[in-house]
């Protein structure tokens, strides 16, 4: 299958501090999402992009569609506790339309 | 949450017998998904459906089966369990008009 390199596995950070992560692959894909899933529940969609370059914000959220159309980044800004949880990118292959690749997730914890 | 419910949400069951998941949507969404969610894999497509009995297999689909007879049902099924198949399952939807995919909150399956 696919494999999209998701990356860091996990971060710890202090609260207040900024936050990068980053999905890449040697294939093109045609849409990035990215979702948060907290223990026990079904991932949650925090930021949709459709075009190479595309620059998109939700709240302290920022998600970038890498130009190359091969990776995407998410960047959390000041973060709080409740930012605690698992990351993961998802892309949509280029030329297959209705499948998507997730990555493996960055587990990130949130130091008070 | 997109109206999406699964269930059963938790289920044990013994190798070699069938298990049925299900997946029931609110909104008529025209396509729905099956996944499973394994440490160390991320997410992994297993059958999806774009509309009423028209389905196609994903990256994992051997030993399962899907059926989607009612636009809001789409059902999973475990013809003969085995311990391999013990995961969490979730369901997702795709919004119409968009690529943005929305998840249940899932079923956790063990096969003993």
């Known amino acids: 299958g696919q494999q999209l390199n998701q990356s860091p596995q996990s971060m710890f950070i202090q609260e207040g501090e900024d936050v990068s992560m980053n999905c890449t692959s040697s294939?093109?894909?045609?849409?990035w999402l990215w979702y948060k899933q907290d223990p026990g529940e079904g991932p949650v969609l925090l930021i949709a992009?459709?075009?190479?370059?595309e620059l998109t914000s939700n709240g302290r959220l920022t998600a970038q569609f890498g130009i190359t159309r091969k990776d995407s980044f998410l960047n959390i800004s000041a973060s709080i506790p409740s930012d605690v949880g698992i990351y993961f990118c998802?892309?949509?292959?280029?030329?297959?339309?209705?499948?998507?690749?997730f990555g493996t997730g960055t587990s990130l914890t949130v130091i008070p | 949450d997109a109206g999406i419910t699964q269930s059963p949400r938790h289920k044990v069951t013994e190798t070699g017998t069938p298990v049925t998941l299900r997946c029931h949507q609110t909104?008529?969404?025209?396509?729905m998904y099956w996944y499973r969610q394994d440490p160390g894999h991320g997410l992994r497509l297993i059958h999806y459906s774009y509309g009423v009995k028209d389905t196609d297999k994903g990256e994992v689909s051997d030993g399962y089966s899907v059926s989607r007879s009612k636009t809001e049902d789409f059902l999973l099924t475990l013809e003969s369990a085995t311990s391999s198949q013990t995961s969490v399952y979730f369901c997702?939807?795709?919004?119409?008009?968009?690529?943005?995919?929305?998840f249940g909150p899932g079923t956790r399956l063990t096969v003993t």
């Open positions: 997702a939807i795709r919004r119409d008009g968009s690529y943005e995919q929305y």
């Open positions: 294939s093109i894909f045609n849409t």
């Open positions: 992009l459709y075009k190479a370059g």
């Open positions: 998802a892309g949509q292959l280029a030329g297959t339309g209705n499948q998507f690749y």
């Open positions: 909104e008529n969404h025209r396509y």
